[in-house]
């Protein structure tokens, strides 16, 4: 099976199925479009739904193994988000709205306590009591320029004297390039003969 293209996918996920049978698309991605579309619309109907589930229900639904459904809702996730992972915004949001409401039901019956305490808790929800964090400035941070150097003092080496006229000595010793005869001898292996191994 060939690797999925997501950038593929992420262009064609929101067009109409003319639109795409007008890009040629291949039957083969449009089968598997309309699936993570019903994956997706299943999920956002039961947001509680966990991944086995998902995975069960593409299995039942569109008749696919469980390792191209497990696919289909990596798909899902990557290119249309993961309803399971709620961010900080949207629970403030949803919070925002409950106490809106409950304000509402408690000016109606007239417990001004409650109006007020409930208005306490927004603040303390949206930190409006507090000032705002100051963005920070990338733009200005100016890059420490370093200097290339050879000398190891910087780093709290001491000097050694007349280094490059030693490093110079020691070249010319050792590339001299005429190869020497070494003398050698050659071993063989032993064989173990003896019979109480």
Known sequence: MLPVNLDQYARYVTLDD???????????????LHRIRGLYAYWLQFPSKLDN???QYDIAMFK?????????LHLVKVLLGNLQQ?????MRWKINKSIEQDIVAARRAGDFRSVASLTKVMVLNNRTD????????????????FEPTDDPTVLGI??????????RALVKRYSNTITQDAEYEEIKDEINTDDDE
Not at 18 to 32: I, Y
Not at 64 to 72: I, M, N, R
Not at 86 to 90: A, N, Q
Not at 158 to 167: M, N, Q
């Open 158 to 167: 001491e000097r050694i004297p007349d280094l490059r006229g030693r490093i």
């Open 18 to 32: 003319s639109e795409l049978r007008e890009l040629r698309v291949a039957e083969s991605v449009l089968v598997r």
């Open 53 to 55: 589930d998902l995975v």
């Open 64 to 72: 696919v193994s469980k390792t191209l459904a497990y696919e289909d």
């Open 130 to 145: 507090k000032d705002d964090e100051p963005d920070l400035e990338f733009d200005k941070i100016v890059p420490q320029s």
């Open 86 to 90: 709620t961010t900080k915004e949207f």
